[in-house]
C-alpha cells in the first residue's frame, strides 16, 4: 500500500502512520541529466550518500548517477519491488514523465528525501 503524497512546490510530504517500515523507489541521474538509475532502499538519504560518495554500484558509479530526481514511499516492500520493477521496464520517456510530476525542474531532491 503506497502512502499517499502531500505535494508542496517542490517538496513533497507523506503522511503515514507512526512506526511503520518506509521503502523508497528512486530514479537517480548524472549531471547533465543523460543518464538514470532507478533503485530501492529503506533508507534514501544513507542510499543517496552512498552514490553520491561513489560507493554505490558499478553502474551508478560509472555514469557517476550523484543526484536524486525522483523518489516515493511504499509501506510494503512487495509493492515497491514492483514498483521498481515496473520503473525499470519502462522506457526513457516515461521515467522522463514520471520525474516531470513531481520534479519538472529536475532539482537534487536530496535533503528533502532525507526528512
Known amino acids: 500500500m503506497a502512502i499517499s503524497p502531500i505535494y508542496s512546490g517542490n517538496v513533497i510530504f ?4 507512526m512506526g511503520e517500515k518506509k521503502y523508497f523507489v528512486y530514479i537517480l541521474t548524472n549531471l547533465h541529466n ?13 542510499r543517496v550518500q552512498q552514490h553520491k560518495q561513489g560507493e ?14 525522483y523518489y516515493e514511499v511504499h509501506c510494503d516492500v512487495r509493492t515497491a519491488i514492483a514498483r521498481e520493477k515496473e520503473i525499470k521496464g519502462g522506457s526513457r520517456i516515461k521515467k522522463v514523465e514520471l520525474i ?12 528533502e528525501a532525507g526528512k
Open 14 to 17: 507523506y503522511d503515514e502512520p
Open 34 to 46: 543523460t543518464t538514470l538509475y532507478t533503485g530501492i532502499t529503506n533508507n534514501i538519504f544513507r
Open 56 to 69: 554505490g554500484g558499478q553502474f551508478s558509479q560509472k555514469y557517476k548517477m550523484r543526484k536524486l530526481v
Open 100 to 111: 516531470a510530476t513531481l520534479n519538472p525542474d529536475w532539482l537534487d531532491l536530496t535533503l
